[in-house]
């Protein structure tokens, strides 16, 4: 069945730096468009990022644009999600997709990731 499973989050202080991690199995990843998407504490599910399955396009809302960066390893199986000059409101639980809208797909179980000092 299908399995993705986050890492790499944690606490980090603003401005620093986390690089989250998917690992996928389940269904044939190389042609599966993928994203990211957070849900903080008494808040809707957030679309963060996608990528299109072969990697040639990325997208991102404008509230990361330019700090988060979306990459995939279609050799690994593998999504990541590079996070830089984070904010305290960035603090979240983490979730990957199978899909370019997250909602339609299956989510991980989320890594969380929180920035404080």
């Known amino acids: 069945q299908v399995q993705l499973v986050e890492s790499g989050g944690g606490l980090a202080q603003p401005g620093g730096s986390l690089r989250l991690s998917c690992a996928a199995s389940?269904?044939?990843?190389?042609?599966?468009?993928m994203s990211w998407a957070r849900q903080a504490p008494g808040k809707v599910l957030e679309w963060l990022s996608g990528?299109?399955?072969?990697?040639?396009?990325?997208y991102y809302a404008p509230s990361v644009k330019g700090r988060f960066t979306i990459s995939r390893d279609n050799a690994k199986n593998m999504l990541y999600l590079q996070m830089n000059s984070l904010k305290p409101e960035d603090t979240a639980l983490y979730y990957c997709s199978n899909n370019m809208i997250p909602t339609l797909g299956t989510r991980g179980q989320g890594t969380q990731v929180t920035v404080s000092s």
């Open positions: 990528i299109l399955s072969d990697g040639s396009d990325t």
């Open positions: 389940g269904f044939t990843f190389s042609t599966s468009d």
